[in-house]
């Protein structure tokens, strides 16, 4: 991006009202994540003879059916959700785009071999790769981030190989090459740079997805048993919807306005993007 | 956008045929992925193989069936030939070959999946046209804010929504499962009841699928607006719904095709957490049945019936594709 499109990019973002909401409300739960020890009154696992508390001054989003408050529940999930959602995007982000720029480099062989590779990787539903493998390698707060690493490095290795093809044929590429640049240099140093807005891009909606696939792994019962998470909240919470509404409604609410926020500024940061390289968004696990 | 008349004579069957053996030699590679899942996971394979329910004299049997004492490419062999041959194993767990086990849910799977997929595809299609028709109106913004909430609210939660609602206020359909529990309807009676049951787990996963329609149906349909075949028809004086309807829908409709065939093809798999939420009696829900009982054998033959049946998707996406636009060579 340059200047002009970069302010551009600024002016239309501030007069959408909806990229202004989506971007506080990510603003906030990044705020919440980073300060949780500061912001959670509670330990959001100590359980207390006052279950069933509806929301008051004294337990702000209320308490669950074993006494513990689920505003402390709330704000530490925030951080746990982030924290994958983040290790995830920049793993698979980091292999993805290493593949992607090699496949679409090189060409020939090399590259026939990579995206047969992905592709098989992608023919598996994703949510589904990652059930099985959260059933088989068990579901700590590492298995699960390599299990879902695993599961989304190729849709950044393709969406890199194909911004890499187009930008290799540039005449800034060709100039490198004229004055004797190495492959490596014209790779990560031409090439690469111009390919990180798209990247950007692709990491924050992946966030977003990684947030949700998460949540609904731990939903089903497949998560870090050890931790109280967003998911786990939404399983418990749907048991006791009819009488104490704010264990489902607090932890949806969060969930919510993080993906909402991830997905509204990943929409912008795509609309500033080229319009023939937009980038599809990740399906969502139903 | 025009089939030939005569469609067969330029039906690339080179092509088709190329891509036919890919598939084929990804759904091997993928039983071998599989296999060495099988290997790879902590815990003896025999357990994986047999279920966790099993006696010493069964596990002895799954012990010699698979070659377990051979060498790692023996049992490979194995593996492969009797998947090949269909034989998913035995699940302890229902006291049936897993290959009944599994049929026995398609029905509920499929009957769902197409319900919803219908639903947003036409109602998606409809919105995401109207929206680009009146562009930046009140309508085109209050259309693309909701298709945005629809991508990221969680599907569970669209599923609690609609409980709270329909059920706990308004008491309109039943919550759970595919049917009554006392069961013995008949005729239109019972097919009242498998139809109440559906409505809501079916319109949960209708406004998940319907949100990423829209959106995509919005573009497409922006890409095609401003295209010099849609002055010529506005200024031969079709009528505007004439225009849009006929001439743009229907050149935008490829991509269109294209991702509703891609959601079919992963719904045909079960949806998992819409069938948890409702007790659907599907695919899904045996996955996670499966899950809880530790019923691996039930587990390795839905994830392999499942990559399969995304591969053949796949391939039926690029035959129709194929068939659809004219423009599109495979030298």
Not at chain 2, 252 to 279: C, H, K, Q, R, Y
Not at chain 2, 288 to 316: H, T
Request: aromatic share 10%; with cysteine.
């Amino acid at each position: 991006m340059n200047v002009d499109a970069k302010s551009e990019f600024w002016r239309r973002f501030k007069q959408s009202r909806t990229a202004v909401a989506g971007s506080f409300m990510l603003a906030l739960m990044l705020f919440v994540a980073v300060a949780s020890p500061l912001i959670a009154p509670r330990n959001p696992q100590q359980t207390s003879s006052e279950s069933f508390h509806p929301p008051s001054a004294r337990f702000l989003f209320g308490t669950d059916d074993l006494g513990r408050d689920v505003f402390s529940g709330v704000v530490h999930g925030a951080r746990l959700s982030i924290t994958i959602g983040m290790i995830v995007a920049l793993l698979s982000g980091f292999w993805g785009t290493l593949v992607g720029l090699l496949s679409g480099y090189a060409g020939g062989r090399l590259d026939d071999l990579l995206m047969r590779l992905t592709e098989l990787f992608l023919i598996p539903p994703r949510f589904f790769l990652a059930l099985v493998a959260a059933a088989l390698f068990g579901s700590s707060f590492y298995t699960l981030i390599v299990v879902l690493s695993i599961t989304y490095w190729p849709s950044t290795a393709r969406l890199v190989r194909a911004q890499v093809m187009s930008l290799k044929e540039r005449t800034f590429v060709e100039a490198a090459r004229a004055i004797g640049s190495s492959h490596p240099r014209i790779m990560f140093r031409e090439i690469l740079p111009n390919t990180l807005p798209l990247i950007v891009t692709n990491l924050t909606l992946m966030v977003g997805s990684v947030v949700l696939v998460e949540a609904s792994l731990e939903f089903l019962g497949l998560g870090n048993p050890d931790q109280i998470t967003w998911g786990y909240m939404l399983h418990n919470g749907q048991h006791f919807m009819r009488d104490a509404w704010w264990m489902l409604f607090f932890p949806t609410l969060a969930v919510c306005m993080l993906v909402f926020g991830l997905n509204v500024v990943g929409d912008a940061l795509n609309d500033a993007l080229d319009p023939k390289s937009r980038i599809e968004k990740f399906d969502k696990p139903a | 956008m025009s089939v030939s008349t005569r469609p067969l004579a330029r039906f690339p069957f080179r092509f088709l045929f190329r891509r036919l053996a890919q598939s084929l030699f990804l759904i091997l590679i993928l039983i071998a992925i599989n296999f060495l899942l099988i290997h790879m996971a902590p815990g003896d394979p025999v357990l994986i193989l047999a279920g966790q329910s099993g006696d010493e004299k069964y596990y002895e049997f799954i012990r010699v069936k698979f070659g377990l004492d051979q060498p790692l490419a023996t049992q490979l062999r194995i593996f492969l030939s009797s998947v090949l041959r269909g034989d998913f194993g035995y699940s302890l767990g229902y006291q049936q070959p897993v290959v009944s086990v599994i049929l026995e849910r398609v029905p509920a799977t499929l009957l769902l999946a197409l319900t919803a997929i219908s639903l947003a595809s036409v109602a998606g299609v409809i919105l995401g046209v109207e929206a680009v028709r009146r562009r930046n109106s009140l309508t085109d913004r209050a259309i693309n804010t909701f298709a945005l909430l629809g991508h990221s609210v969680p599907s569970i939660s669209v599923g609690h929504l609609l409980l709270i609602v329909f059920v706990l206020y308004l008491g309109l359909f039943p919550a759970q499962n595919m049917t009554s529990a006392d069961g013995d309807l008949e005729g239109a009676a019972r097919l009242f009841d498998v139809l109440s049951h559906l409505v809501l787990p079916a319109l949960t996963l209708a406004i998940v699928y319907l949100a990423q329609i829209v959106r995509l149906t919005r573009t497409a349909m922006l890409n095609v607006i401003n295209e010099d075949f849609i002055t010529t028809a506005r200024a031969k004086g079709l009528s505007e719904g004439h225009v849009i309807y006929r001439h743009a829908l229907r050149n935008a409709l490829l991509p269109i095709v294209t991702i509703i065939g891609n959601d079919l093809g992963m719904l045909l798999s079960g949806a998992l957490l819409v069938e948890t939420v409702f007790a659907w009696p599907g695919l899904g829900r045996l996955m996670i049945d499966s899950l809880a009982m530790r019923d691996y054998p039930v587990l390795l033959g839905l994830f392999l019936l499942i990559s399969i049946s995304v591969a053949v998707v796949n391939f039926i996406t690029d035959l129709i594709y194929s068939l659809l636009d004219p423009r599109i060579s495979y030298a």
